[in-house]
C-alpha cells in the first residue's frame, strides 16, 4: 500500500497536469520540467493567451501553424537507476514564439480564431526532453 | 527492486514511456461559442478522438491533442467550423497500466466558417 501511495506521488509531473486543463484563457505554466540538479535554465513556456472571436462572415479565412519549443538535458552521474542527475533546460516555447511564426509565414493576418493548442512531449531515455508548444488556427486577414 | 517498481508504477501513471516517448497533450481550446457563428438548428452534432498509448510503462506514443480530435470531428466537413465544444478525457488502463490509453474527445455542432 505503501508502494503504491510513494507511486502516486511520484508520479506529480507536467504530463497528467497537462491533461488537467480548461479553456484557453486559463494560466497555466507550461515550463519544461527536468529532473535532477538543475544546472542552468533560461527557457519560456505558454502561460495563457486569449484569442479571437470567429470573424464576421466573408472574411478571407486559412489554416496557420506555429510552434515553439524548450529543451531540456537530465544526465545520470552514477549507474544507479535512480542515482543523482544534473539538468538543464533553454529554449523559448511560449505562446510569442509561436504566434511570431505564424505571423512570419502569413503576413497581413488580422488575427487567429478556432485556436488549438497543443503540447508535443517527446522524451528519450529520460535523458532528453523537448517540449514544444503547437498552435493550429485559422487565421483571418 | 522495489525502486523499479515505484519507477513503473509511475510511468504508469503519469503516461509516459520511460525509454521513449512522442505524444500530443492538449492544453487549450478557445472554441466558437454559439453566439459567434451563424448556426442553425439543422447544424450537425460531430464527434471526434484523438489518442496517446503507452505499452509495458516504456513507450508511450500518439497524437492525443485538440488539433488531431478537432480533424477526427470534422473529416467529413473539413472547411466546418466547430462550435459549442465539449471536451472530455477518456482513459482506458488494462493490467495495472501495462496498456493504456488516453483519449481526448471533442464533441460539437458544425457550422460554416
Not at chain 1, 68 to 83: D, E, F, K, N, Y
Not at chain 1, 117 to 123: A, E, T
Not at chain 2, 53 to 65: Q, V
Not at chain 2, 93 to 111: M, N, Q
Request: aromatic share 6%.
Amino acid at each position: 500500500m505503501r508502494a503504491v501511495l510513494a507511486a502516486a506521488l511520484l508520479s506529480v509531473s507536467p504530463l497528467p497536469a497537462a491533461w488537467a486543463q480548461e479553456a484557453g484563457s486559463e494560466a497555466r505554466r507550461g515550463l519544461i520540467s527536468v529532473s535532477g540538479f538543475l544546472l542552468f535554465r533560461n527557457a519560456r513556456g505558454p502561460l495563457s493567451y486569449v484569442s479571437e472571436a470567429a470573424p464576421a462572415l466573408g472574411a478571407e479565412t486559412r489554416p496557420v501553424f506555429g510552434r515553439g519549443c524548450q529543451h531540456g538535458l537530465s544526465i545520470p552521474i552514477t549507474m544507479a537507476v535512480r542515482g543523482p542527475r544534473i539538468a538543464a533546460a533553454a529554449g523559448r516555447g511560449g505562446y510569442e514564439i509561436a504566434l511570431a511564426k505564424i505571423r512570419e509565414a502569413h503576413p497581413g493576418l488580422k488575427g487567429l480564431y478556432d485556436m488549438k493548442v497543443d503540447d508535443h512531449v517527446i522524451s528519450v531515455l529520460g535523458i532528453y526532453h523537448r517540449v514544444c508548444t503547437e498552435i493550429n488556427a485559422r487565421g483571418f486577414s | 527492486m522495489k525502486a523499479a517498481f515505484l519507477v513503473a508504477m509511475a510511468a504508469a501513471l503519469s503516461g509516459c514511456g520511460l525509454l521513449y516517448t512522442n505524444v500530443r497533450l492538449p492544453r487549450a481550446y478557445r472554441s466558437a461559442a454559439p453566439s459567434e457563428v451563424k448556426g442553425s438548428s439543422e447544424d450537425r452534432i460531430v464527434h471526434g478522438e484523438a489518442c496517446n498509448r503507452s505499452i509495458l510503462y516504456l513507450i508511450a506514443w500518439g497524437d492525443g491533442g485538440y488539433a488531431a480530435a478537432t480533424r477526427a470531428a470534422l473529416k467529413e466537413e473539413p472547411n466546418g467550423l466547430l462550435y459549442d465544444v465539449k471536451a472530455d478525457i477518456h482513459g482506458t488502463t488494462i493490467l495495472l497500466g501495462l496498456y493504456s490509453r488516453t483519449c481526448t474527445v471533442v464533441t460539437g455542432k458544425v457550422a460554416k466558417p
